[in-house]
């Protein structure tokens, strides 16, 4: 009896193994289509590689981009390959929300900007103000931004432009922008950088937001191609469709000043700006 009980045993896990094989195939499989779904249709991470949106997003943030809001678009989902005409369901931003969208000129590229325009607004830029529907949005001078020097954050000062690179009371390197409060229509406020008088930029002709289609734009009003300048590939955007927008800006869950080298484990706290973890938009 001995015997044959331990002849019976490996060739109960033999025959076992092939099922075994295929439930670890149908988990991993269940797994893949749930995180698909979760970044498809709740939320998603996208990380911050520009300075366009200073001074509420600095290179290095990581944040989640909530899918729900707004319905969902072909865009919503990856490669943009479901077959959705529009929105389902219908969804719109409003004044003052931060969305991340596929930038027009290519339907790829994954942008983040500021509703500014909704469809049908008159918009134009004075002296640097939005002038919306004829009326100018109120901005009011606020203390300046303060950005620690950091390998994500360098400071680039050019001639003409309000950017002054100085040395803190403890000794570090910070760099200081000129900050403003601007408030929509609809009360929402927010901080954006005015680096000076720059062509174009702050003086620009009279927009009419297309039905279907939103105008946005970067916080660092001088450093940010948005819908101020014609769609082209890697760079500005021109006026966004409605059906480009992946979703709104939900909570930022990481950022880094980038001064941590990744075969050092020991420099990855340093590196972390804990003050930003949580922030909401």
């Not at 981009?65 to 389902?88: M, N, Q, T």
């Not at 432009?161 to 403890?170: G, P």
């Not at 922008?177 to 003086?203: H, I, K, M, W």
Request: glycine residues 10%; neutral net charge; aromatic residues 10%.
């Amino acid at each position: 009896m001995p015997d044959s009980a331990s002849d019976s045993s490996p060739r109960a896990s033999k025959q076992k193994s092939p099922g075994g094989i295929m439930e670890n195939i149908r988990f991993l499989l269940t797994l893949l289509i749930l995180a698909v779904l979760l970044r498809s249709l709740v939320v998603a991470p996208f990380n911050i590689p520009s300075e366009s949106m200073l001074p509420r997003l600095l290179v290095g943030d990581y944040l989640f981009v909530a899918k729900w809001p707004y319905g969902y678009s072909r865009y919503s989902f990856p490669f943009g390959l479901a077959p959705i005409d529009g929105r389902i369901p219908s969804g719109a931003p409003d004044r003052g929300d931060v969305v991340v969208f596929k930038t027009p000129s290519d339907n790829s590229t994954d942008y983040i900007k500021r509703v500014i325009g909704l469809p049908g607004d008159i918009i134009q830029i004075r002296g640097g103000q939005i002038i919306l529907n004829g009326t100018p949005v109120p901005r009011v001078r606020v203390a300046d931004f303060i950005d620690p020097v950091t390998p994500n954050s360098p400071c680039r000062p050019e001639p003409g432009l309000n950017i002054v690179e100085e040395t803190a009371t403890d000794g570090s390197r910070i760099c200081r922008y000129q900050r403003y409060r601007e408030t929509l229509p609809n009360g929402r406020s927010y901080d954006v950088l005015d680096l000076g008088n720059v062509p174009f930029a702050d003086d620009t002709p009279t927009y009419v937001v297309p039905q279907g289609h939103y105008f946005l734009m970067g916080d660092n009003r001088d450093r940010s191609a948005d819908s101020r300048y014609p769609a082209q590939v890697d760079g500005a955007i021109g006026m966004v469709p409605s059906e480009n927008i992946v979703g709104r800006a939900l909570v930022m869950f990481f950022s880094t000043d980038g001064s941590a080298e990744w075969l050092k484990p020991w420099t990855w706290p340093g590196a972390v700006r804990w003050s930003r973890l949580g922030g909401g938009f």
